[in-house]
């Protein structure tokens, strides 16, 4: 059995579960969360808990098992609790701000970097180098986290660009002079 599949998830106070015709669909105080769930696993709600069950160990039934009590928890604790990414601007001249709905980026391009939250992912902009972002959908809050970051990686001599706050970046040492 898989260790994490094996585990049942336990709905808190406020969250409202419901398994119909293959589809889970968890509502709480942050929203509504849908996920189309493999007609092989069966998802059973017994008062404040669910549990996942598979059918025999064949491999695709051993490979869905945790993969689908993974996406249900993380529903749950998104419609709940949210998800947020944080990420850290490190360069001279390089910052952010926040206009209306879109994320407004300086990073060192004859041009700002424009990107616009949509109505899953909220922006937010504490102080000029450091992002965070807010979502109910830990798939899509770490895919836009992903683009801000790509718009200006760090790069390992300076350590300048966009890293997320919990990042290392190794550094390198530069180019050793003629002697």
Same mark, same amino acid.
Not at 88 to 96: C, D, K, T
Not at 155 to 159: F, S
């Given at each position: 059995m898989s260790r994490i599949g094996r585990k049942p998830i336990n709905i808190p106070a406020g969250v409202e579960? @419901?398994?119909?015709?293959g589809v889970m669909t968890v509502k709480g105080a942050k929203g509504t969360l849908t996920q189309a769930i493999h007609p092989n696993m069966q998802v059973e709600i017994n008062g404040a808990e669910i549990t996942v069950t598979r059918p025999n %160990? +064949? @491999?695709l039934n051993r490979s869905l098992h945790g993969l689908t009590r993974t996406l249900i928890f993380n529903m749950i604790v998104g419609v709940s609790e949210g998800f947020k990414k944080e990420l850290?601007?490190?360069?001279?001249?390089?910052?952010?701000q926040k206009q209306g709905k879109d994320l407004v980026m300086n990073l &060192?391009? =004859?041009? $700002?970097?424009?990107? =616009? %939250?949509?109505? +899953?992912?909220?922006?937010?902009?504490? &102080?000029?180098?450091?992002?965070?972002?807010?979502?109910? +959908? @830990? $798939? @899509?809050?770490? $895919?836009?986290?992903?683009?801000?970051? =790509?718009?200006r990686p760090p790069?390992?001599?300076?350590?300048k660009g966009i890293k997320?706050? +919990?990042?290392?970046?190794?550094r390198?040492? &530069?180019?050793a002079g003629k002697k």
């Open positions: 579960a @419901k398994f119909e015709a %160990d +064949d @491999k850290e601007v490190n360069g001279v001249g390089y910052r952010v &060192g391009y =004859s041009h $700002q970097v424009v990107m =616009s %939250d949509n109505e +899953d992912i909220t922006i937010e902009v504490p &102080g000029p180098n450091k992002i965070i972002i807010h979502g109910t +959908d @830990k $798939q @899509k809050v770490g $895919q836009f986290a992903a683009e801000v970051r =790509s718009k790069e390992p001599y300076k350590g997320y706050v +919990d990042e290392y970046i190794r390198k040492e &530069g180019k």
